[in-house]
């Protein structure tokens, strides 16, 4: 088992900066793999990164790239997503998940999430 305690987000405007942290316990961390999600009011939930146990291997989605940047520390067992130039459509909760491996965080079949975390960009 491993539980994820998610902390940041809030409200910000257009082209500012969040971090996301999500710091996990339970079973090892540094076993898994990670990876940020996100769902809007009214959307289906959709990947938005993920970072391989080690920290060597990243996927962002397309619209994410360039601005938001996924990292991890496994000594203090935790995940952080920073979000630069946020624009109005990043808001959504975001959840952090765990899984085995990067291939399989990406699909989000997994058991392990945060409790989510509401990001609101305003314009």
């Known amino acids: 088992q491993v539980q994820l305690v998610q902390s940041g987000g809030g409200l910000v405007q257009a082209g500012g900066s969040l971090r996301l942290s999500c710091a996990a316990s339970?079973?090892?961390?540094?076993?898994?793999?990670m990876g940020w999600f996100r769902q809007a009011p009214e959307k289906e939930r959709e990947f938005v990164a993920a970072?391989?146990?080690?920290?060597?291997?990243?996927s962002y989605a397309d619209s994410v790239k360039g601005r938001f940047t996924i990292s991890r520390d496994n000594a203090k067992s935790t995940v952080y997503l920073q979000m630069n130039s946020l624009k109005p459509e990043d808001t959504a909760v975001y959840y952090c998940h765990a899984d085995g491996a990067l291939g399989t965080v990406v699909q989000a079949v997994g058991d392990y999430w945060g409790q989510g975390t509401q990001v609101t960009v305003s314009s």
């Open positions: 970072i391989s146990w080690r920290g060597r291997s990243v």
């Open positions: 339970g079973r090892t961390f540094s076993g898994y793999a």
